[in-house]
């Protein structure tokens, strides 16, 4: 091959990819630019006046394209599906209770973003604010509004692998106090004090006597669900094989995802509920893997999110096993509901 030929296949070369290169940035900028158009089959979502003390109503952020995409929104709990009343107030995660809310926002800046946490009141006014220092996953608040807490990925970016870090912070909203990372906690197992540099923790859940919570505990390639104590700083381990968990109004059970044997590395989970006195899993009517920490609606029904054509939808099922898992709502995540 001569030289002059080596140059003109060089030069073709240098065109065709400068043109995949301006198509990819075209096609992402007019994906990014349909993020604030209104979608004709998606939900109505109007501007309005959103708070936390509305009683019979489920707050959310809202993932339907158009200009109140990621606005926390609400609707009225009976009717999921009704057209939304949007906030203005941006969240990647969000919970709420008593009055009390917790967003996790992104921070955008000139060269990477930051994240932190808001504590808000029943108006959705900031309270507090707190940095957070990785990428948002999970977030509650504790049935009297008491307490708040995050947990974020500080290293790889997924539950369903192994090459992952993360932190889970609780904040007393009444007075400030943060305790940054639950790895500061004694934690007991087996009975015995246990040390290990890789236990990780995620997906804090509250009991409502202001002291009790539960969360996953994850050490030498197996789970935990641990059950915490606020005022004696301990976390101790009472399960195998639990993650995300959420308590039930009633105290009595726990709602989470555990891996079974068999399913893809990427889709790992099943729904299960665990009864705390007997220590019996219930297997929920949903076929799918969740990767979410789901939300009880009620003593009866379990709120989770999966993937939807927007980022994701909203789904129930019975917390009993029987049943079968429907679909709720359409663009949206990251549910609270106002009793």
């Known amino acids: 091959m001569t030289l002059r030929n080596r140059i003109l296949i060089l030069a073709t070369a240098i065109v065709l990819l400068a043109g995949i290169a301006v198509a990819s940035v075209l096609h992402a900028s007019a994906r990014a630019g349909q993020r604030d158009q209104v979608q004709p089959d998606g939900p109505r979502v109007t501007a309005g006046r959103v708070t936390l003390t509305s009683p019979g109503t489920m707050v959310f952020r809202n993932m339907a394209w158009g200009p109140h995409r990621d606005e926390l929104t609400t609707v009225p709990a009976s009717t999921p599906s009704a057209p939304r009343t949007a906030s203005g107030l941006k969240c990647l995660r969000f919970y709420a209770s008593s009055g009390t809310g917790v967003c996790l926002q992104a921070v955008h800046g000139t060269v990477t973003d930051t994240y932190r946490a808001l504590i808000l009141d029943a108006h959705l006014k900031e309270k507090a604010h707190y940095d957070v220092p990785g990428i948002p996953s999970r977030a509650r608040v504790s049935p009297t509004g008491h307490f708040a807490t995050w947990t974020a990925f500080v290293g790889g970016d997924s539950y369903a692998g192994t090459n992952f870090s993360t932190r889970a912070a609780i904040v007393d909203t009444r007075t400030g106090r943060l305790t940054p990372s639950l790895e500061s906690f004694h934690i007991l197992k087996n009975g ?33 669900l641990v059950k915490g104590d606020l005022k004696a ?24 995802k555990k891996r079974v044997k068999g399913l893809p590395k990427d889709a790992p989970w099943h729904l299960y509920v665990l009864n705390l006195r007997t220590m019996q899993e219930t297997s929920l009517a949903e076929p799918r893997s969740v990767d979410d ?34 679909r709720i709502s359409t663009a949206a995540v990251s549910p609270a509901f106002v009793k």
């Not at 997906?203 to 390639?221: E, H, I, M, S």
């Not at 989770?304 to 054509?309: M, R």
């Open 192 to 224: 015995h004090t246990y040390h290990a540099a890789d236990a990780n923790f995620w997906g804090v859940t509250f009991a409502a006597d202001d002291r009790t919570f539960y969360a996953t505990l994850a050490t030498k390639g197996t789970t935990y």
């Open 233 to 256: 700083h301990t976390v101790t381990t009472i399960h195998t094989n639990v993650e995300c968990p959420s308590l039930s109004p009633d105290g009595t059970r726990i709602a989470y």
């Open 293 to 326: 920490q789901a939300v009880w609606r009620d003593t009866h029904t379990i709120v989770y999110a999966l993937p939807g054509d927007y980022g994701a939808d909203l789904y129930e099922v019975p917390a009993d096993g029987r049943g079968k898992a429907v």
